[in-house]
């Protein structure tokens, strides 16, 4: 069974400018979850989405935004960045159960 | 809010030694906690989890311990090997079924051949 997967995996933008990113689950799994990891702050929780529908959502302000597709893919959006949106972006996904599998994840730099 | 703490950045020992990693946690009753090992560059890969239900659950090199009254978990791997070396995450996911999980801070595990 494939893994995770995200898209593109390194991004480089300046600031004011909006970035997309892509995760695809793993086949079968309905819901996806998405974290941001800095070196301060460590793995923080974003948003999670089940059945295209937003279910839990962590304290970004609303620059940071999500969607999920019909079939389970997700994008994940943020807006007018700023330096300190520089982070790794992780996409997890999971079935029934709290496990979670992550992607590779996507380094996104803002200059 | 649910806190979660990793209270030691970085443990070192030797190869076939037992590596125990700690956390601690706050105040919960329906708990779910997992741990997760990071490379760099690469998502976290889960390890093994625990429900609040239970105090102990093994699987292969690694066990995990559940201390409720003291609101602590740790991690045993043994015996220790290079491979291991990595970033370890201990998660409370707060209600089965929901599915944030609040992560601990990290705690960088090197294996000394």
């Known amino acids: 069974k494939a893994g995770v997967t995200q898209t593109p995996r390194y991004l480089i933008k300046t600031r004011g400018q909006q970035v997309t990113l892509s995760c695809s689950p793993i086949?079968?799994?309905?819901?996806v979850s998405w974290y941001q990891q800095t070196p301060g702050q460590g793995l923080q929780f974003l948003f999670e989405y089940f059945s295209e529908t937003q279910r839990n959502k962590g304290n970004f302000p609303g620059r940071f935004s999500g969607r999920q597709f019909s079939n389970s893919r997700s994008e994940m959006n943020v807006s007018t960045l700023e330096l300190g949106d520089s982070a790794l972006y992780l996409c997890?996904?999971?079935?029934?159960?709290?496990?979670?599998?992550f992607g590779p994840g996507t380094r996104l730099t803002v200059l | 809010d649910q806190q979660v703490k990793q209270n030691s950045p970085s443990l070192s020992v030797q190869e076939g030694r037992i590596s125990i990693l700690n956390c601690d946690y706050t105040?919960?009753?329906?708990?779910?906690f997992l741990w997760y090992k990071k490379y760099p560059a690469e998502g976290p890969t889960f390890l093994i989890s625990?429900?609040?239900?239970?105090d102990k659950n093994e699987d292969g090199r690694f066990t995990v311990f559940l201390n409720k009254s003291a609101k602590h978990l740790s991690l045993h791997i043994v015996p220790s090997q290079p491979g291991d070396s990595a970033v370890y995450f201990c998660?409370?996911?707060?209600?089965?079924?929901?599915?944030?999980?609040?992560f601990g801070t990290g705690t960088r595990l090197t294996i000394i051949p």
């Open positions: 997890a996904s999971s079935s029934y159960r709290a496990e979670q599998f």
């Open positions: 625990i429900s609040s239900i239970k």
């Open positions: 086949s079968g799994h309905r819901s």
């Open positions: 105040n919960s009753m329906f708990d779910y």
């Open positions: 998660a409370d996911c707060l209600n089965f079924g929901n599915e944030k999980l609040t």
